[in-house]
T-cell receptor, first 111, second 115 residues
Framework: QKEVEQNSGPLSVPEGAIASLNCTYSDRGSQSFFWYRQYSGKSPELIMFIYSNGDKEDGRFTAQLNKASQYVSLLIRDSQPSDSATYLCAVGRNRDDKIIFGKGTRLHILP | DTAVSQTPKYLVTQMGNDKSIKCEQNLGHDTMYWYKQDSKKFLKIMFSYNNKELIINETVPNRFSPKSPDKAHLNLHINSLELGDSAVYFC??????????????FGPGTRLTVL
């Protein structure tokens, strides 16, 4: 059974600090890794994707992938109250296979 | 100009009834999905269609039947509704199958409550 694990939180981070969200996955054959943000009562929206080992930066967001450790993380710099949401990690193996979502981490940015 | 739209937004019904949820995307994508998100916010895929062909059919009771009349539409019909069917159902679409590298765009969700 392929699994994607996340700490459910809530993770409380002061405004302006760095929020660090972590995700581990069980399928070594996973090739695609996504971070979705979901505000309460809303639908998930993609904020980052990463395919290769290392870091990928986009504005205040950095995704980090370590395939050897089967670990993917999302860093949010200069956290804002508007970053308060649930962050879903999602993992894909290949084109024809399903994307598996983690249960999400609730992030709360303290003003 | 909603990219992925679903109707209805809310659905309250009695156990044993049959109901349908409709989904439409205007992004020109080839692939559409149905996801179920339970009360614990766990998002799990139910079905995916690529060019109207069923690609993924997860372990879902056969009371759930998807229908894709064309690439832009994917409807979900549920027979004999049960209490455990209460959840938020999200439709999504992507250019190609998202197990590769394509971004999925989600609809606003349909909150189904079975009484």
């Amino acid at each position: 059974q392929k699994e994607v694990e996340q700490n459910s939180g809530p993770l409380s981070v002061p405004e302006g600090a760095i929020a660090s969200l972590n995700c581990t996955y069980s399928d070594r054959g996973s090739q695609s890794f996504f971070w979705y943000r979901q505000y309460s009562g809303k639908s998930p929206e993609l904020i980052m994707f990463i395919y290769s080992n290392g870091d990928k930066e986009d504005g205040r967001f950095t995704a980090q992938l370590n395939k050897a450790s089967q670990y993917v993380s999302l860093l949010i710099r200069d956290s804002q109250p508007s970053d308060s949401a649930t962050y879903l990690c999602a993992v894909g193996r290949n084109r024809d296979d399903k994307i598996i979502f983690g249960k999400g981490t609730r992030l709360h940015i303290l003003p | 100009d909603t990219a992925v739209s679903q109707t209805p937004k809310y659905l309250v019904t009695q156990m044993g009834n049959d109901k349908s949820i409709k989904c439409e995307q205007n992004l020109g994508h080839d692939t559409m999905y149905w996801y179920k998100q339970d009360s614990k916010k766990f998002l799990k895929i139910m079905f995916s269609y690529n060019n109207k062909e069923l690609i993924i059919n997860e372990t879902v009771p056969n009371r759930f039947s998807p229908k894709s009349p064309d690439k832009a539409h994917l409807n979900l019909h549920i027979n004999s509704l049960e209490l455990g069917d209460s959840a938020v159902y999200f439709c999504a679409s992507s250019q190609d199958l998202a197990g590769g590298r394509d971004t999925q765009y989600f609809g606003p969700g349909t909150r189904l409550t079975v009484l």
